[in-house]
């Protein structure tokens, strides 16, 4: 029957008969690309076919594109009045097919309307609706058949998302037993193809002929780059393509680099991956044949969307698929690339595990550098404003761990949004101190740009920031920040995570690892763990004196397997040998494996499962001895391990686990020296008491933002942990370090571990301030009280961006004996303080203070304040200049109408004095 297809509204490319073309591959999308212009109750969207003739039609089936399909759906059918009557109302799930029965009616024109659509961009304001496919039940009854679930994404045609997702869906398949063919009933007929025709005598019966091709990937080209260099992508799947591109590329740079290649000159890095969905190389068959032991050519036709042998059969082929394609961009890639630069004596770093929704296994990329590198973002309110879309260190972390790299690296402080607004105190630090507790070690900052003096200043930058070279406002004072992170990264760096649970994050692909409050464990909190992938569960585990143990040194009390029916073949032939010989292992009983093993895998499958989970089922039965040790199920790691007698490695006292306190953490071990990083999260002071799982040592307070090392006097020992009192100022962080024995309790009082400020009176106004005339500020000024810059009355203040001095003279308060501290109030953004000629030093983070004891005087005290601001404001001023009348000149775009921020000295200052 012939078919005519209509829309209320389309975008280019995704026209109205896609929706209805039988391949779910391609879609129909309505117009709008700006939140609120998608379908709603006011304003819908529909779609319409009309008929040749008259047809009876018992219902609608609607395939929505994942993540971006109808919510509220109407369907309809034109009376003789040419009105439209609805037929059936229904909601449907994200990324789920939706079908709707109705008593039989017959007409030639129906219309399918949408009321609301899925937006996970703009979940409340969708920006439009996206169909896949759509077919009235009974009509054109050859394209009901429901298509492949998440097809795209099973065959690796697109990425599967943006930011390191999830992808156990990809596992699951529809109950259905409507294959296109069995197995047995594909016929390879290429042999009688030539000169573009076939000429094959088929057997009888009702034949599809499928002809399999490959072209370039829709994002085959370079995606990130300057405008004149986007060129082609290497092939990731072969290692062909990529010797052609080191030879070509690399080793002349190498040869020029001399014998700084190797000293010098270490590694050598790739970004992250930007190249979309690839499925397919040249040698792929083969790869996959050696990989899998089966030849993929009779399921060639499930890559055209037909269902072979079974729903079942033919998800399990394409888990194989994705599997063999991330195998061969780990090995072929990534593994070649550090075999290349081996020869040079370099070793790698590439971004080489996403974030985008790439067909790899994160970890093994990983695992094939010297040093495991992703990445993390500052904080932007236009792009990765979610934590979840900005940290993605808990995957290096991980890969270091496991694979017995010492380094866990990224690519630190990316933003894409407002241009120089990245604040140290409130921004850069917290965002560090978060990837800290995540694992990190390493800051390869992003990004450092070289700017030619004819570009002026602040020069020619990259379309994404941080920018930090020697051309932004607070370079003169930036050592004190990189001061702060590579006292941190040094810590870091020292021996080893402590983690309680290694869990085993499955075989299949995509495959990444996200934030560590996932939890993919159950192992939170008060409790860390390390994520591994098949490959170091099989070569690299094994067990010793009841622990899982890894063999350059990472030790756990437990394994954790998926929550998944399903798991490989040889994970679980390891996992017996573990649990054999001594192992706690954590999870459910697999049902199946992952890919295609046959008979006789499944069976080899459901005895080893039977072996380890025995009776225990999760409800009555809930553990399994087996050998020396025993596997449990329907309980979480967290509660095995409380149950092993493993307390909480860290805990607030007194929290309320619903309302959970704003401090992250980590702890490393260097030999008998424990050392706990512990940051308060929040914009406000904190003070708590922390256990630590450490006995019988004496607390210090390590200060990375001072270098200041102390004891902590208070403390108490508790059960085989110690108790410790904490003070945080805002986004505040200590390393609390354990490294020797404690002594006797002190006779008397013991003193509190921080001491009580009292104020002892404000330095107040007039002060004196000089700004830098060369960027548009008065040569003197004068404040009688403290003041955002950017709501001075003067304009050359207003928009002033740069270093001023603000001098003061005063005399000390007669109580200012002993300790004396100097405080701040708020400075935007960072400050250097001289006291009677003395330089105190450069304060950039609460607490915004620093130590006067030795520099104040009775009388008479000179005080200066330098105090350096962020570049927008002055930027600001000249996007609203012409030219030549411009004191700055960058190649970025800023706003004329950016709002400017807090800028200068706030105040208010005071002096304190320590009690």
């Not at 109750?41 to 008259?54: C, D, F, G």
């Amino acid at each position: 029957m012939s078919l005519t297809w209509k829309a209320s509204s389309t975008q280019p490319g995704h026209e109205a008969e896609l929706a209805g073309d039988g391949d779910a591959g391609t879609f129909w999308v309505s117009r709008g690309a700006q939140p609120g212009q998608g379908p709603s109750a006011q304003k819908k969207e529909w779609l319409q076919v009309t008929l040749e003739a008259p047809a009876t039609v018992r219902g609608v089936v609607v395939v929505p594109r994942p993540k971006y399909g109808p919510r509220e759906c109407t369907l309809q059918v034109r009376q003789e009045n040419g009105k439209f009557k609805p037929l059936a109302n229904f909601k449907m799930e994200s990324d789920q097919t939706g079908r709707a029965d109705i008593e039989p009616v017959t007409g030639s024109e129906f219309r399918l309307s949408f009321s609301g659509a899925y937006d996970p961009r703009s979940p409340d304001k969708p920006r439009n609706v996206q169909v896949a496919e759509w077919a009235l039940v009974g009509v054109n009854a050859a394209k009901t058949r429901r298509p492949i679930r998440f097809f795209e994404d099973k065959a690796a045609r697109r990425e599967l998302g943006f930011s390191v997702p999830r992808s156990e869906h990809l596992l699951d398949w529809q109950e259905a037993d409507d294959p296109d063919a069995r197995l047995e009933e594909v016929r390879d007929v290429t042999a009688c193809a030539k000169d573009g025709k076939l000429r094959w005598e088929a057997p009888p019966g009702t034949w599809t002929i499928v002809r399999v091709g490959y072209t370039l990937a829709p994002r085959a080209h370079v995606s990130t780059s300057s405008p004149t260099w986007k060129g082609l992508c290497v092939d990731y799947l072969d290692p062909q393509a990529l010797r052609w591109y080191w030879k070509q590329i690399v080793e002349p740079l190498i040869a020029d680099a001399g014998p700084r290649a190797g000293t010098t000159w270490k590694y050598v890095h790739t970004d992250s991956w930007e190249l979309g969905g690839v499925n397919w190389t040249p040698e792929f068959p083969r790869e996959f044949k050696t990989r899998r032991g089966y030849d993929m050519t009779p399921w060639l036709p499930v890559l055209a969307g037909c269902v072979v042998e079974s729903r079942s059969a033919t998800t399990r082929f394409l888990t194989d698929l994705r599997r063999t394609i991330a195998d061969c961009i780990a090995d072929n890639h990534y593994g070649v690339m550090a075999q290349l630069a081996a020869q040079h004596g370099m070793g790698i770093h590439p971004e080489s595990g996403g974030p985008h929704g790439a067909p790899v296994d994160g970890l093994q990329c990983m695992g094939r550098g010297s040093i495991a590198m992703m990445e993390f973002w500052a904080r932007s309110p236009r792009h990765r404003v979610k934590d979840e879309d900005r940290f993605f260190v808990k995957q290096a972390s991980s890969a270091a761990n496991t694979y017995g790299l010492r380094i866990a690296a990224a690519e630190a402080f990316t933003t894409i949004g407002p241009h120089y607004h990245e604040n140290p105190a409130d921004n850069l630090k917290p965002s560090f101190d978060f990837a800290l507790c995540e694992g990190l070690n390493r800051v390869v900052w992003h990004t450092f740009t070289c700017s030619p003096a004819s570009m002026g200043i602040p020069g020619q930058e990259y379309f994404a920031g941080t920018h930090f070279n020697p051309q932004v406002t607070w370079w003169p004072m930036a050592q004190a920040f990189v001061s702060y992170l590579n006292r941190c990264q040094l810590m870091m760096q020292q021996g080893r995570l402590v983690a309680d649970a290694l869990v085993y994050h499955g075989d299949w692909t995509p495959s990444f690892v996200r934030m560590k409050r996932e939890d993919p464990g159950q192992v939170l909190p008060g409790r860390d763990y390390d994520v591994c992938n098949q490959e170091v569960l099989v070569t690299r585990a094994a067990c010793r004196d009841g622990r899982i143990v890894l063999p350059d040194g990472m030790s756990y009390a437990v394994l954790v397997l998926p929550d998944r029916p399903e798991i490989s073949l040889p994970a679980l032939r390891k996992v017996m040998e573990l649990v054999e010989a001594g192992a706690t292992v954590v999870g459910p009983r697999p049902q199946r494996a992952t890919g295609l093993v046959g008979a006789d895998g499944e069976r080899e499958l459901a005895q080893l499962a039977g072996r380890l989970w025995g009776r225990a089922d999760g409800e009555k039965v809930f553990a399994n001895p087996c050998g020396k040790g025993r596997v449990v199920c329907g309980k979480q790691a967290r509660d095995v391990l409380a149950e092993m007698k493993i307390a909480r490695d860290l805990e607030v006292v007194g929290a309320d686990p619903a309302a959970k306190a704003p401090v992250d953490w980590i702890h490393r071990r260097d030999g008998e020296c424990d050392i706990y990083f512990v940051a308060n999260t929040s914009p406000k002071p904190l003070e708590i008491e922390v256990l630590f799982r450490v006995a019988g040592k004496q607390p210090e307070l390590w200060d990375a933002v001072s270098g200041d090392v102390r004891d902590l006097p208070r403390f108490a020992q508790r059960d085989g942990r110690t108790a410790v009192p904490l003070r945080f100022e805002p986004y505040q962080s200590w390393f609390v370090v354990f490294r020797k024995a404690a002594g006797p309790p002190p006779a008397g009082k013991i003193a509190p571990n921080f001491a009580t400020l009292r104020p002892l009176g404000e330095i107040a106004g007039p002060w004196d301030v000089s700004f830098d005339p060369r960027w548009g500020g008065p040569e003197q000024a004068t404040f009688d009280k403290l003041l955002d810059w950017a709501t001075h009355e003067d304009e050359r203040i207003r928009y002033y961006s740069g270093r001023a001095v603000y001098r003061k003279k005063f005399d000390a308060p007669t109580a200012a004996s002993g300790r004396v501290w100097l405080d701040l109030g708020a400075v935007r953004s960072l400050a250097r303080v001289r006291l009677n000629d003395k330089d105190l030093g450069i304060v950039w983070c609460a607490p915004w203070r620093v130590d006067a004891s030795d520099a104040l005087q009775p009388k008479a005290n000179k005080l200066e304040i330098e105090v350096i601001s962020l570049w927008p404001n002055r930027l600001t001023r000249d996007a609203n200049l012409p030219a030549d009348k411009r004191l700055t000149r960058t190649n970025v775009e800023i706003p004329p109408k950016g709002a400017l921020l807090p800028s200068g000295l706030l105040g208010p200052v005071s002096l304190l004095r320590e009690q």
